[in-house]
C-alpha cells in the first residue's frame, strides 16, 4: 500500500492539465448522476442571469445614451426597458423560488449521495489503512473536503458560463467601438499565472497544516473525553498537553507566516496590475480617443466612451475572475485527487464469491505467519491449529504474544503473507467478505457503545420482528437486564446523554455486559471473545464465562482472557508466546505436563484466589 500511497503523493505536486479536466468531470458526473435536473438548472441559470446583467447594464446604458444623442424618439428606449424588466420579474422569481424552495432539497440529496459512497469506501478499507499515517491523512482529507469540493466544481463552473456570458457579449460591444480596447481587457489573463501560484501556495498551507491541526484535535479530546479524564488529573500529564498545545501552536504559527507571505505578494502583483495597467489603462486610452483625437478624426464619440468606461471594468473583473475559476478548478482538482484516490482504493483484503455455509464447520490454520506492515519481525510465526465444530478453544498469553492479531487475522481484518486459514476445507479468502465475518459474533475489549439504542447497540443490525424478545433475553444471559430494566424507556433508551437529556451513561462494567448480550442475542456458528471481562471482578468473570459456556453450546467459541481461571472452561487451551503456540491442550493436560501454562496458571490463582485454590485445580 506503502507504493501506491507514494505514487499519488507524486501526482499532487503537480496535476497535469489531463487530471484537472478528468478530476472536475469526476465531480460534475457525481451530481450529475445524484440528480441530473439540479445540474442542469444550476448551469442554464448562469447564462439566463449573465445575458441579463449586460442587457440591463452595459447595453441599456449604450442605447439610452445613443438615442438621446442621435434625437430618436424616447418611447423605444421606455418599451424596451419595460419588457426588460417584466423579464427580470418573471426570471427572478422562477430563479429563486429554485434556489430557496426546490435547491435546498435536491442538494441535501447529492450530499447524501457522496456521504454514502465515502461511507461505503469507508468500510471496505482494511485495518492496516488506519495504521498507515500518509493514507490516513488522505483518508480524512478526503472525509472532509469531498461533499464540499464537489459541489465547488458546479458553484466554479457556474460562475465561469456567468462570466463567459457577460464578457462574450462585452467584448463584442467594446470590438465594435474600437478593438484595440480588447488588448487592456485580455491583460488579466497573464495575471492568471500568479492566482495559480497563490492557489498552488494555499493548497500547500492547508496540506502543511493538517497533521498540525490533527495532533491540536488529539490534544483536545484527551481534555474533554472521559477516558482520558483520570492519566489527564494524575501526574504532570496535563502539563505535558498542554506543553505539547504551545509546542503546535508555535509550528501552526510558524507555517502561517511561512506560506502568508507568499500569499501576499501573489495577492499584491494581480491586484496592481488589473487596477493600474488595466482599468487605468484603458480609461486613460478612451479619454484620450475621444477628447485629444475627437470622433471627427477617427476617435470615440462621447456615448461610447461612457459605454467603454463602464464595461472596460466588468470584462477586467470577469477575466480576472475567469482566470481565478480556472485556478480554482486546478485547486478543486488536488484535493478531489484524494477523494479518489480513496475511492478507487482498491482494498488488500478482497472480497471473495462464495458464501458461507449456514451451519458450522471447522476452522483450520495452517503454516500462518503475519507480519504488520513496517514492523521489521513477524507477529505470528507458523501457527497451527484447528477450531473443531462446537469447541471451545482458550486462547491464552503473556501481553504482546499475538493473540489478538491471530484474532484479526481469523476475522480477515488482515490477510497472512503465508500460510493459510480454511473453513470447512475452503480458504477463507474464497468468501465474500460479509457472509464470512457475518458467521461470527465478537466482543473486543476495546468494544465501543454507539450513541444509539440499547437494542441496536446489542443487535448491532437492522431490527426485525421479534428481536425485542431476543434482546431481553440476552441482556438477561449477559447479566445486564437489571440494570436496562431500571432504564425509564428500557430497551429504548439512547446510551449516552450526548443526543437525548434522558440517555443514559453506564459504567465500563456495563457497557461490557451490554457488549456481550451481543453474543447471546446473534447465533452465528463462530464466537470469539478477545478479554470481554477485564473489567469484571474475578467472581463475576467466572460467572459470566460460565453462563457463556451455557449459551454457546453447539457453537465453535475462541476466547482470549488474561485470568487462566476462565481456561478450565474450555475445551482446549492455546498457549501463545512470541508469537507462537507453544503449548496446546486441555487445561488438566497442560496442568500435567508441568510446563509454562501449568507456571502461569499456578501464579495467577495464587495472587487471585490463595494458594489453596491452586492446589484444589490441579
Ligand atoms: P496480545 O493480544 O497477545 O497482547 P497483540 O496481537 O495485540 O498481542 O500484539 C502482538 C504484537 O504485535 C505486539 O508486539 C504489538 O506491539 C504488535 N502489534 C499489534 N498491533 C500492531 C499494529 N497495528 N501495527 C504494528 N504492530 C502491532
Known amino acids: 500500500m506503502s507504493k501506491k500511497v507514494k505514487s499519488s503523493k507524486e501526482k499532487k505536486k503537480k496535476l497535469s492539465f489531463k487530471t484537472i479536466i478528468s478530476n472536475n468531470l469526476f465531480a460534475l458526473k457525481i451530481i450529475w448522476t445524484a440528480s441530473p435536473v439540479y445540474l442542469f438548472i ?14 440591463t447594464g452595459t447595453y441599456l446604458l449604450r442605447r439610452i445614451v445613443n438615442d438621446v444623442s442621435s434625437g430618436k424618439p424616447i418611447s423605444d428606449v421606455l418599451i424596451f426597458t419595460a419588457i426588460l424588466g417584466v423579464a427580470n420579474l418573471l426570471i427572478n422569481l422562477a430563479l429563486n423560488w429554485f434556489w430557496n424552495v426546490t435547491s435546498q432539497r435536491m442538494h441535501r440529496s447529492i450530499s447524501m449521495y457522496i456521504q454514502k459512497m465515502l461511507f461505503k469506501k469507508s468500510a471496505e478499507v482494511e485495518l492496516a489503512c488506519y495504521e498507515n499515517p500518509e493514507f490516513y491523512d488522505k483518508y480524512v482529507r478526503a472525509m472532509d473536503e469531498a461533499e464540499n469540493r464537489t459541489l465547488s466544481v458546479m458553484r466554479t463552473l457556474d460562475n465561469l458560463i456567468q462570466r463567459f456570458t457577460t464578457l462574450f457579449a462585452n467584448s463584442f460591444l467594446l470590438f465594435l467601438i474600437d478593438p484595440v480596447l480588447i488588448l487592456f481587457g485580455l491583460f488579466p489573463l497573464l495575471l492568471g499565472f500568479f492566482k495559480r501560484l497563490e492557489n498552488i501556495n494555499d493548497h500547500k498551507f492547508q496540506l502543511a497544516r493538517k497533521p498540525v491541526n490533527r495532533r491540536v484535535e488529539y490534544i483536545r479530546r484527551t481534555f474533554y473525553l472521559g477516558e482520558y479524564a483520570k492519566e489527564m488529573r494524575v501526574g504532570g500529564m496535563y502539563e505535558n498537553m498542554l506543553r ?17 507571505v507568499r500569499s501576499a505578494i501573489f495577492g499584491y502583483i494581480q491586484k496592481v496590475g488589473l487596477e493600474v495597467v488595466t482599468i487605468l489603462g484603458a480609461t ?57 484516490y480513496f475511492l478507487n482504493y482498491e482494498p488488500t483484503v478482497v472480497d471473495g464469491s462464495d458464501k458461507v455455509p449456514d451451519e458450522g464447520r471447522e476452522i483450520t490454520v495452517k503454516n500462518l505467519s503475519f507480519k504488520y506492515e513496517g514492523a521489521e519481525h513477524d507477529t505470528l510465526k507458523d501457527i497451527n491449529f484447528t477450531l473443531h465444530k462446537g469447541e471451545r478453544i482458550a486462547l491464552v498469553g503473556s501481553n504482546g504474544s499475538g493473540k489478538t492479531t491471530l484474532i484479526k487475522l481469523l476475522l480477515r481484518l488482515y490477510d497472512p503473507q503465508d500460510g493459510e486459514i480454511s473453513l470447512g476445507g475452503k480458504n477463507i479468502k474464497d468468501f465474500t467478505l460479509s457472509s464470512y465475518r457475518g458467521s461470527f459474533s465478537t466482543v473486543f475489549q476495546d468494544f465501543k457503545m454507539f450513541s444509539m439504542s440499547v437494542k441496536d447497540n446489542v443487535l448491532l443490525r437492522p431490527e426485525k420482528e421479534g428481536d425485542a424478545e431476543l434482546v431481553k433475553n440476552a441482556l438477561k444471559e449477559s447479566g445486564a437486564a437489571e440494570r436496562v430494566e431500571r432504564m425509564e424507556k428500557g430497551l429504548d433508551t439512547i446510551l449516552t446523554r450526548e443526543f437525548d437529556d434522558k440517555g443514559e451513561n453506564l459504567s465500563v462494567g456495563e457497557q461490557q455486559k451490554l457488549s456481550l448480550a451481543r453474543i447471546f442475542a446473534d447465533h452465528t456458528p463462530f464466537v470469539i471473545l478477545d478479554e470481554p471481562s477485564s473489567a469484571l471482578d474475578p467472581i463475576a468473570e467466572y460467572k459470566m464465562f460460565e ?35 507453544v503449548e ?20 495467577q490463582a495464587e495472587n487471585y484466589l490463595g494458594s489453596e485454590v491452586s492446589k484444589n485445580e490441579q
Open 244 to 260: 505539547d498545545f504551545m509546542e503546535t501552536t508555535k509550528a501552526y504559527i510558524a507555517l502561517a507566516k511561512k506560506f502568508g
Open 284 to 340: 486613460l486610452y478612451t479619454v484620450w480617443s475621444t477628447m485629444v483625437i475627437g470622433y471627427e478624426n477617427g476617435g470615440m464619440q462621447l456615448g461610447d466612451c461612457l459605454v467603454v468606461l463602464s464595461s472596460i471594468g466588468s470584462i477586467s473583473y470577469c477575466l480576472n475572475n475567469l482566470v481565478q475559476n480556472f485556478a480554482e478548478f486546478g485547486e478543486h482538482a488536488l484535493f478531489l485527487e484524494d477523494v479518489r
Open 584 to 603: 496446546a491442550g486441555t487445561h488438566k493436560e497442560l496442568m500435567a505436563k508441568n510446563g509454562k501454562y501449568a507456571e502461569m496458571f499456578k501464579r
Open 42 to 55: 444550476y448551469l442554464s441559470s448562469s447564462i439566463v442571469y449573465g445575458t441579463l446583467e449586460f442587457l
Open 547 to 581: 453462563n457463556m459456556m451455557r449459551a454457546t453450546e453447539g457453537r465453535s467459541v475462541i476466547f482470549i482472557s488474561h485470568r487462566l481461571s476462565s481456561a478450565v472452561l474450555a475445551d482446549r487451551v492455546l498457549l501463545m508466546d512470541n508469537g507462537t503456540i
